[in-house]
């Protein structure tokens, strides 16, 4: 499958994507690991997602005790 590739609003790193992801996915960038979403396909734009967005709440912290 062909990628397309959009660049991290944050830091500038190109991502590769599969045409299959669609507008309103979330993806990480492997560079600085912020939290984006797909705004559109054509062209490909990605949109930061803050921090707080990406919580829910079934999150809990890991407990290592």
Not at 8 to 13: A, M, R
């Amino acid at each position: 499958m062909p990628l397309e590739f959009a660049v991290c609003p944050v830091c500038g790193q190109r991502l590769g994507l599969h045409e299959y992801v669609t507008p309103g996915t979330r993806v990480v960038c492997v560079n600085c690991e912020s939290n984006l979403q797909v705004e559109a396909r054509r062209p490909l734009r990605l949109k930061l997602v803050p921090l707080e967005a990406t919580y829910n709440r079934n999150d809990r912290p890991e407990s290592y005790g």
